[in-house]
């Protein structure tokens, strides 16, 4: 049986391990060894869920504020891996919390730089658009929870203006025929907001490609 396989059942099987190698940034004697050994199993989706429906996601806040240079990069590390390994479970996550985030990153600043540096990520924005193409309506809408707070933030980066306003017409167009199956005050007054922003926003004079004609995947149809 492939060793890959065989390491998944495990895992399936006893979820619980990461409450065990989590906690262990807690110990500076052990947060090297239990931080490499979570990586390697939040490449498993399954205990990346678990990870994410776990106590554990409001202690990594506090495991970076960790004043040990090395541990902290550590868990960045390990958040990093967290929050762009498995896009669908990721933007599940972010739409089902995101009023606790939004409310915590205002009382406390360690949360606000985490998502401040999500949000200010260009890779992690293809990453939303891509999702906004998936076939699947709820992580669509997921995604959509989630793209919302890059079109949404203030300071965007260059990089991100850029993107959004080469692909203007496209993107608004998507959001004018994307609905849900049910009346939501909420997801209209979203998306009213969302179409407002990327309508006004000012090009920027770093050139970006049509994301029609770039090489990585990217949000370039829209077949829904």
């Not at 260009?122 to 079109?151: A, C, G, P």
Request: glycine residues 2%; proline residues 2%; hydrophobic residues 40%.
């Amino acid at each position: 049986m492939n060793s890959r396989l065989i390491a998944s059942e495990y895992l399936e099987n006893n979820l619980d391990i990461m409450d065990a190698l989590i906690p262990g940034y807690e110990d500076s004697d052990i947060a090297w060894t239990y931080g490499s050994i979570s990586r390697e199993c939040i490449r498993h989706q399954s205990t990346a869920r678990y990870v994410f429906e776990s106590k554990h996601m409001k202690k990594f806040f506090d495991y970076l504020q960790n004043p040990n240079f090395n541990i902290a990069s550590d868990v960045q590390a390990t958040f990093k891996e967290l929050l762009t390994r498995h896009k669908s479970t990721v933007a599940e996550f972010l739409s089902a919390n995101y009023d606790w985030l939004l409310g915590d990153m205002q009382l406390d600043r360690s949360k606000s730089a985490v998502m401040v540096r999500y949000v200010t990520s260009l890779d992690n924005m293809r990453i939303m658009m891509n999702l906004l193409r998936d076939s699947n309506k709820t992580i669509k809408l997921d995604t959509f929870h989630v793209f919302k707070l890059f079109v949404a933030n203030q300071n965007k980066p260059p990089e991100i203006i850029s993107i959004l306003a080469t692909n203007r017409g496209k993107l608004l167009r998507f959001f004018g025929e994307f609905n849900i199956d049910k009346e939501d005050e909420q997801f209209e007054a979203d998306k009213s907001q969302i179409i407002k922003e990327i309508a006004t926003l000012q090009s920027t004079d770093r050139s970006y490609q049509d994301l029609d004609n770039c090489d990585v995947p990217c949000f370039h149809t829209y077949s829904f």
